[in-house]
Nanobody
Framework: QVQLVESGGELVQPGGSLRLSCAAS???????MAWYRQAPGKQRELVARISHSGNTNYEDFVKGRFTISRDTTENTMFLQMSDLKPEDTAVYYCNAVSLFQVGREYWGQGTRVTVSP
């Protein structure tokens, strides 16, 4: 079992940058991890993934603007966001899927990002 705690969300102007963090209570190398977001009135959607081996992939709407990374010594995952747009406004959630427990996944409580002038 792992607990996930996101931080870093805040109000930022369009074109600005922000870095989100997801601190895990256990080693993250045994999880495939991801960032999701949920905008007001919309479904939760995948933003970016980082596998247990460090491979990354991104949804098209953030390619070239967001970077997912991790620090396995600190058991923390990051999302560096740049060139933020109002449509990036959402609650961002950290997700971890266990490699060893089939179907077992964990969520953080979310951190709110608001992009507005």
């Amino acid at each position: 079992q792992v607990q996930l705690v996101e931080s870093g969300g805040e109000l930022v102007q369009p074109g600005g940058s922000l870095r989100l963090s997801c601190a895990a209570s256990a080693s993250i190398i045994i999880y495939n991890m991801a960032w999701y977001r949920q905008a007001p009135g919309k479904q939760r959607e995948l933003v970016a993934r980082i596998s247990h081996s460090g491979n990354t992939n991104y949804e098209d709407f953030v390619k070239g603007r967001f970077t997912i990374s991790r620090d396995t010594t600190e058991n923390t995952m990051f999302l560096q966001m740049s060139d933020l747009k109002p449509e990036d406004t959402a609650v961002y959630y950290c997700n971890a899927v266990s490699l060893f427990q089939v179907g077992r996944e964990y969520w953080g409580q979310g951190t709110r990002v608001t992009v507005s002038p």
